[in-house]
């Protein structure tokens, strides 16, 4: 149990165009959901965490208009990377925390590898 | 601040025993967590520790001692695919994780 799914696993775009990612709790219900970015041999760096039915929470140095971030439903959420740039060329990967669960219980995507040429 | 210590590299021999260390400084702890990340791949959850004392999972064991904000992951009878980076990552006064550069492991014959 406990399977938080991403789409895609890898993605390569033009400059200027925008990306989404979605982020899938397979089988359980999600309330809160991180967003995290990792660039090669640095360690994970939370972006936003999001809530089911509310604004997601953005860490300081991320620009909320350039990462949209939508979670519709406790199973999904989705983050677009608006006007994708090379420098946004990352591993970004999502993690889940289940509805009622331990504070401490996160489960992670498998992540998704974005390329912006 | 707040911040986590690991060391960047590790070199051991296939078989043997290695220790990572980790020290931490964070604003609360609720608890801190060991990853193993392949390359290229997503972490996966190794360990958690919110007591001090050591926590053994098999090959893999854990210890921690709030005092000294200090833990270590310690893996037996390494083996190759053991090669991976390691994560520790303390989770603060508001359940948000911390995270640690990270420590790659080489694993040689």
């Known amino acids: 149990g406990a399977v938080v799914s991403q789409h895609p696993s890898r993605v390569i775009c033009k400059s200027g165009t925008s990306v989404k990612i979605e982020c899938r709790s397979l089988?359980?219900?999600?309330?809160?959901m991180f967003w995290y970015r990792q660039f090669p041999k640095q360690s994970l760096m939370l972006m936003a965490t999001?809530?089911?039915?509310?604004?997601?929470?953005?860490e300081q140095g991320v620009e909320k208009d350039k990462f949209l971030i939508n979670h519709a439903s406790l199973t999904l959420s989705t983050l677009t990377v608006t006007s994708a740039h090379p420098e946004d060329s990352s591993f970004y990967i999502c993690?889940?925390?289940?509805?009622?669960?331990?504070?401490?219980?996160?489960?992670f995507g498998p992540g998704t590898r974005l390329l912006v040429l | 601040g707040q911040n986590i210590d690991q060391p960047t590299e590790m070199t051991a021999t296939e078989g043997a025993i290695v220790q990572i260390n980790c020290t931490y400084q964070?604003?609360?702890?609720?608890?801190l967590f060991w990853y193993q990340q392949h390359a290229g791949e997503a972490p996966t959850f190794l360990s958690y520790?919110?007591l001090d004392g050591l926590e053994e999972k098999g090959r893999f064991s854990s210890f921690l001692s709030r005092s000294k904000g200090y833990s270590y992951l310690l893996l037996k009878e390494l083996q190759m695919k053991d090669s991976a980076s390691y994560l520790c990552?303390?989770?603060?006064?508001?359940?948000?994780?911390?995270w640690g550069a990270g420590t790659k492991l080489i694993i040689k014959p």
């Open positions: 993690s889940a925390r289940a509805s009622g669960g331990a504070m401490e219980t996160q489960y």
């Open positions: 089988d359980f219900q999600a309330t809160t």
């Open positions: 999001s809530n089911e039915g509310s604004k997601a929470t953005y």
């Open positions: 964070t604003s609360g702890f609720n608890g």
């Open positions: 520790n919110v």
């Open positions: 990552a303390v989770m603060d006064s508001n359940y948000q994780l911390i």
